[in-house]
């Protein structure tokens, strides 16, 4: 029975697990929602780097994991080199899903929603580079969106009109194929759709899955039904509310802690 953490800044990973639960239905999880410094799209880099190298390093060290995904478009396009530098185990991080946007698009007029950092990244600037360069590209970046997502998963109303503000530009730009380049969008997807259904929003959740499938292959972990029961625990580094804790035991959790500090960060480093 493998055992796969995942990483984020908060609860927009979740879009991930779900797919990993699909398709590895056996696979025990352990969840780190880092809400004590999220969102992560407006944090001094060198600080964030710094931050999720400690993270995942106290991670694997106090549990016996087979695969890590750092579930956050941010973090990934920030932190996967140095991490699999320092790390033995297998990492997984979430790739905007350029390269298929730029494969379906009928009329080469294609959008990415994300995160400040991941917008202005040179990680996004090479892959449009690679495999978008014939396409029309709009580029919107938005940390009040994974607020937003927050909110809805604490079982907390949100307001569509601020998520019509936000998509505007890429209504305009008649894009037909927007990648949502932050794991805490998926959720939305309904209020986007619902706003725009004319535009396909994608994302990445389904090929992670099927990385950490290949992944758990190599290790020879075998991928099947057997027992015991995979076992769901999720961690996050502040206080949670009922709403969530409630959200959390529909996704399946059984174990559900608040509060956890994995290492000493230095809260005169980080910078919002």
């Known amino acids: 029975m493998p055992r796969i953490a995942l990483l ?4 927009g990973g979740l879009s991930v697990l779900q ?41 694997n060290q106090q549990h016996k994991l087979d695969a890590i995904v750092i579930a956050c478009n941010t973090a ?9 530098q320092c790390i033995n185990t297998p990492i997984i991080g979430v790739v905007p899903a350029v390269k298929t946007a730029a494969n379906l698009t009928k009329n080469q007029s294609i959008g990415v929603l994300a995160t400040p ?7 996004l600037k090479s892959l449009i580079s690679d495999f978008a360069h014939q396409c029309q590209i709009t580029k919107v970046a938005s940390t009040e969106l ?3 997502a927050e909110k809805k998963l604490n079982k907390q109303p949100i307001e569509q009109k601020t998520i019509a503000h936000i998509i505007e ?29 004319h535009i396909n929003w994608i994302d990445s959740a389904d090929a992670i899955a099927k990385r950490c499938i290949s992944l758990l292959e190599d290790t020879h972990i075998e991928n099947n039904h057997q027992t015991p029961k995979p076992h ?6 502040a ?8 959200t959390l035991t529909e996704f399946g959790f059984t174990h559900i802690q608040a509060n956890v500090q994995l290492y000493d960060v230095q809260l005169n480093s980080v910078h919002s």
């Open 117 to 123: 950092t991941t917008i202005h990244g040179e990680y």
């Open 76 to 84: 990934s396009t920030l932190c996967l080199a140095q991490l699999r």
């Open 8 to 11: 984020d800044s908060g609860i």
């Open 239 to 246: 206080q949670i509310n009922n709403g969530l804790h409630l």
């Open 146 to 148: 994974v607020s937003l």
């Open 19 to 59: 797919a990993i639960k699909q398709q590895i239905p056996n696979a025990s999880i352990l969840y780190f929602a880092d809400h004590a410094y999220s969102p992560y799209g407006n944090k001094d880099t060198l600080w964030l780097n710094h931050h999720i190298v400690q993270l995942v390093s106290a991670l």
């Open 169 to 197: 530009p890429l209504i305009k730009s008649r894009c037909d194929y927007v990648v949502l380049g932050c794991t805490h969008f998926p959720h939305l997807k309904p209020e986007l759709t619902a706003l725009a259904a």
């Open 232 to 237: 769901m625990s999720f961690y996050s580094s």
